[in-house]
């Protein structure tokens, strides 16, 4: 089945040229971080039944079960739920370990994300030991326990260094074409999937390759005009119209810089 590209309302989306993603963090890192925030949790519990007197619920065996049941929410719901709504995906085991709890789309949790993933490991966690956990996790490139299938999250690492592309650079082959053409106002959304797919390209198979880079290429030349040279290759032209645009950008940004300069008084 071929692809096809959809552009509407500031999205363009093709099978192949889709937004990049946070890498999921491994799940061994997830479960160091996990067993910090048992042993956090656990000594939290310790010490509050020594803190309280120990005859308070000898006379009241309600009051002592009520007491338990608590204790046993706030450790397998509240916290968590609690910790990961207020720091927007972490616990002090993922604030160690570097890591945090983000949606699919890679945007901040909130509360219900954080409900739905701490009921869910109240039982794959606590009363299974983590073996559901863990085998859910070990299935999918994701590391996703059950808990982050139904609240549609997965856990990444905080602290990943994103290395910038090195920008299109205009082909010299193309250097006159695209200096003299006429590049009308590009969607944003288009810029950013043409920059993506040239950047993943070699990375394509050649199917994908050819077909992603022919609806792209056809979006854009519909707004360049003249057409380009007959034979150019049409990553080749790609760049170029995104280097030429981008150079324009920043020459008009100068001209703007040094006109405020001259009108505006020093300093201000």
Aim: charged share 20%; glycine share 8%.
């Amino acid at each position: 089945m071929a692809t096809r590209g959809i552009f509407e309302a500031q999205r363009f989306v093709t099978s192949e040229a889709v937004e990049v993603e946070l890498p999921a963090a491994p799940v061994p890192t997830r479960m160091v971080s996990g067993l910090i925030d048992l042993l956090v949790i656990a000594a939290g519990v310790v010490a509050l039944v020594l803190l309280l007197p120990g005859d308070l619920f000898e006379a009241d065996a309600a009051l002592g079960q009520v007491f338990f049941i608590v204790l046993t929410v706030l450790a397998m719901a509240g916290v968590p739920i609690t910790l990961e709504t207020l720091t927007h995906g972490r616990t002090l085991g993922k604030l160690v370990m570097g890591l945090r709890t983000v949606r699919d789309d890679t945007g901040p949790i909130g509360l219900r994300h954080a409900v739905i993933r701490a009921l869910v490991g109240a039982f794959e966690i606590w009363m299974t030991l983590g073996s559901v956990a863990l085998i859910t996790a070990m299935t999918n490139e994701k590391g996703k326990r059950l808990g982050d299938f139904l609240a549609g999250t997965y856990v990444v690492h905080d602290r990943v260094r994103l290395r910038l592309p090195e920008p299109p650079q205009v082909d010299p082959v193309l250097a006159d074409w695209v200096g003299g053409a006429d590049i009308g106002v590009v969607p944003d959304a288009l810029v950013v999937a043409t920059r993506q797919f040239l950047a993943r390209a070699p990375s394509l198979t050649p199917a994908a390759r050819a077909q992603t880079g022919s609806e792209l290429y056809a979006a854009l030349l519909g707004y360049v005009a003249p057409a380009p040279p007959p034979g150019s290759h049409p990553e080749q032209v790609m760049a170029s119209v995104l280097a030429q645009r981008r150079r324009r950008d920043e020459e008009r940004l100068e001209r703007a810089d040094a006109l405020r300069a001259r009108v505006l008084p020093e300093g201000r």
